[in-house]
Each structure stands twice: as structure tokens, then as C-alpha cells.
């Protein structure tokens, strides 16, 4: 279908990343040394090693060229947040709610309002305020923040930061700089 615009090369990263998990049985067996690292474990180590990097390697690279032609569309990405009217922050309103009525007590309620969202054709928000769980939160204004997205990343922007701080420091062309005194490489 030449309108497809299907994301092969993270599916190749996939089922590359399929194939060295693969590899993990025997780099666990060939560890198992019967006498003094006796013959056969490490002819074992001489295909999967190399055919692990290859694999390494060969994600990496579908990785980066997936990467150079990645384009995002943040109106489009807020329309598919909204389509299933706010059921994507259910685990955090149930996180919200765990707190006053214990995570058993918040999951049922929570579940128990996405299914009547859904019979209903309501957005999970309006039924969540319209319920007697409502009044569980201390503060009114707080159902706002539980229904944002953007507010239920947790740690995932600091984590993404310091994971490219940590490969700006591993490669100095990247940046043109240094990696500073005291280190090698």
C-alpha cells in the first residue's frame, strides 16, 4: 500500500533485538565449565559474540537512520491523547485516588468509571466528577493536573536528559569537545 508510511526499521530493531535474546541460552551454557574450561564452551562464545555485535550493530544503525527521518506532530499526538476521552490518565487518577481509598479501592472505581465512559460515550473527567469518589480529593483544582498528560511524565524527561548528557561525554564528536582532563579515550 503505497500511503503507508510503516516504521520498518523499528520493527527490524525489534525483531533484531529478538534474535540476540536468542543468544542468551547459550552464553549462559558456555559459561558452565565442565574441567578447566574445557573444549566446546568457548567455540560456543565464537558465534554468538560476534553474531550479538552484529545484531548490536545492526539495531544501532536502523535506529539512527529511523531517528534522522523521525518527524513529530504534537497537534496530532494531543488529538489521539484526547480521542479516548481521558481514559490514557485512568492510572493516574487511580494513583490519586489510592491515596484516600487504598489502590484496590481506587482501581475498582476507576475501572468501574471507564466502563461506564465507554457504554456512555462520555469523557472519563465528566463521569469522575459527577461520581462520590470526587469528593475524596481534598482539592477540587487538583482533578486538572490528574487529567494532563503532560503532567504524568514522572522522571521521563530528566532520565532522557541524562541519557544524552551521558553519550555527549562517551563521544566528543559529537559536540566537538573534550571529554576533560583525567579521562581516557
Partial sequence: MPQKAN???SEAVVGMGSMAIQQVPALLTAMQAGH??????WQVEWDAVPYLFSLAAGCAAAL???LEGLQVFPARMRANLDADGGMVMAEALMMRLAGSLG???AHDVVYDLCVAAREQGRPLRDLFGESPA???LADPASLNEVFAPAGYLGEAESIADRAV???YRQSP???GHSRGAGTNG
Fill in 7 to 9: 516504521p520498518i526499521l
Fill in 36 to 41: 578447566e574450561r574445557a573444549a566446546g564452551e
Fill in 64 to 66: 539512527s537512520e529511523a
Fill in 103 to 105: 489502590r484496590a479501592g
Fill in 134 to 136: 470526587a469528593a475524596s
Fill in 165 to 167: 548528557e551521558a553519550w
Fill in 173 to 175: 564528536e559529537r559536540t
